[in-house]
């Protein structure tokens, strides 16, 4: 069975650091691309950062400087280290492992920032 297991995610002030993980099982392996997207209240899902087979990175613009997508092959997991957190980054963050005959997607952790 495949599963996209999130965890890390919670209430934090502005300008603080979650780290977010995603635990792969079943038949996800190395050639996934895999990657964090978010929803926030009222917008669409949009890709935060997402990592390929070979290790290339991807981040959207809002969070260049701040994000890192980290994957660790041999544990099958893929992190996301979120720094100087803003208001704006509010969101339910998912686990996302596709590749070309597959899509998978985990059930998702909100991520709220307030003071």
């Known amino acids: 069975q495949v599963q996209l297991v999130e965890s890390g995610g919670g209430l934090v002030q502005p300008g603080g650091s979650l780290r977010l993980s995603c635990a792969a099982s079943?038949?996800?392996?190395?050639?996934?691309?895999m990657g964090w997207y978010r929803q926030a209240p009222g917008k669409q899902r949009e890709l935060v950062a997402d990592?390929?087979?070979?290790?290339?990175?991807n981040y959207v613009h809002s969070v260049k400087g701040r994000f890192t997508i980290s994957r660790d092959y041999a544990k099958n997991m893929v992190h996301l280290q979120m720094n100087n957190l803003k208001p704006e980054d509010t969101a339910i963050y998912y686990c996302r492992a596709n590749r070309w005959d597959r899509d998978y997607w985990g059930q998702g952790t909100q991520v709220t920032i307030s003071s």
């Open positions: 079943g038949t996800i392996d190395s050639t996934f691309i």
């Open positions: 990592v390929t087979r070979s290790g290339v990175t």
